[in-house]
């Protein structure tokens, strides 16, 4: 179990700092989200038509499946535009403390499940590099269940959509470099 919880924080740690990489450093996301050209109308838009922290999308769709509101929603989304806004009207501080210090949290929990899972494979009698890809896979699973899934079901764009997924499998792989090293069954002698 201290193996376990050692390479569930080192882990942690390599996910907390490439996660920070990917965002400042190094180009993965650059130019993947947008800023709304003359937002003051928007945002004064928003503000009348949407009145709590949400997901809002548009066109609105149905709240019936009347044929008639079924069929001006799909003449609505083909026409478009279509979108989604994820809102919040009280606004805050950007990037308070407590919002690394959770994200730290968040990462350091997702490192011992990744350790956990590595710990009852077969891969945790191998080698280290298999180790270590067991990890990158984790990354791979994680990018199919969430940034493709998203990329096919919510529209996301394609550019978001690969710096998401390859931020993801990157920081896995880094994270597997450290979680390999520690979360490992020992070979014993013959």
Known sequence: MKKLLLG???????????????WTLVPIHNGTIQNIDNEEPVVTAMNINMDKKGVYVFPAMPESHDQVAVDEFNQKYQQGPVGM???????GEPMPPSQMIIGFIINIIAAFFAG????????????????????GMLGIFLALLSHIVNWNWMNYPLDYTTAWTLDTVI????????????VKIPKTAN
């Open 116 to 135: 956990w899972f590595l710990s009852r494979s077969t891969a945790a009698a191998s080698t280290y590099l298999s180790r270590v890809v067991f990890c």
């Open 85 to 91: 806004i994820i809102y919040d009207p009280q606004g």
């Open 8 to 22: 569930s924080i080192i882990g942690g740690i390599i996910l907390f700092v490439w996660s920070w990489l990917a």
């Open 171 to 182: 920081g896995w792989i880094l994270a597997g470099l450290g979680i390999a090293a520690i």
